[in-house]
Antibody, heavy 127, light 108 residues
């Protein structure tokens, strides 16, 4: 499994950015995927998740980014995206994409974890 | 919402055992996952579903849970284990992931 993020950079408050995560080494169309960010000197913070297309492809977001960030996927190209709009200074962080591990049978589902991570891409929001 | 409480730091001499805790009132009903993060690197999953170990993770790493606390135990600590460790659970009502504040393991 290999995940490689790209698209980070310096952006002004209120600006937008689109991050990409190229996936290889597994059937990404069957996988749930997530974005996790880590502000300087802080712990990881979950950003959001997208389910596989055959499970509806639905998305969920953390409260601080809901309505501003959008996760999407292009399974034909094995790429995961994170669209960041209305960026704030507090969005400055390293952004990681990660594969989501979980038990797919409803009878055993008990939350999920992040089993593979990319090296991350840095987003800096500053005027 | 809830908070996962971890000690900011723990230390252990090489060959000794390090224990890192993660506390939450209802943790007994949640699955706990643990990550190791070395400086400048992405986190690595070391324990999932409380006590399962991914392939490639040494048997020296183990997880357990009792009462309001989950514990990551690292036996026979090595210099290469020096890193930040984070616990993670999912909020059962929102299905959103929550991370602990992290514990820095120093190998003396």
């Amino acid at each position: 499994v290999q995940l490689v993020e790209s698209g980070g950079g310096l952006v002004k408050p209120g600006g937008s950015l689109r991050l990409s995560c190229a996936a290889s080494g597994f059937t990404s169309s069957n996988a749930w995927m997530s974005w996790v960010r880590q502000a300087p000197g802080k712990g990881p913070e979950w950003v959001g998740r997208i389910k596989s297309r055959n499970e509806g492809g639905t998305t969920d977001y953390a409260a601080p980014v809901k309505g501003r960030f959008t996760i999407s996927r292009d399974d034909s190209s094995n790429i995961l995206y994170l669209q960041l709009n209305s960026l704030k200074i507090e969005d400055t962080a390293v952004y990681y994409c990660a594969t989501v591990g979980y038990c797919s049978r409803p009878s055993c589902y008990r939350g999920y974890y992040f089993d593979y991570w990319g090296p991350g891409t840095v987003v800096t929001v500053s005027s | 919402s809830f908070v996962l409480t971890q000690p900011p730091s723990v230390s252990a001499a090489p060959g000794q055992t390090a224990t890192i805790t993660c506390g939450e009132n209802d943790i007994g009903r949640k699955s706990v996952h643990w990550y190791q993060q070395r400086p400048g690197q992405a986190p690595v999953l070391v324990i999932y579903y409380d006590d399962a170990r991914p392939s490639g993770i040494p048997e020296r790493f183990s997880g357990s849970k009792s009462g309001k606390t989950a514990t990551l135990t690292i036996s026979r600590v090595e210099a290469g284990d020096e890193a930040d460790y984070y616990c993670q659970v999912c909020d059962s009502s929102t299905d959103q992931a929550v991370f602990g504040g992290g514990t820095k393991l120093t190998v003396l």
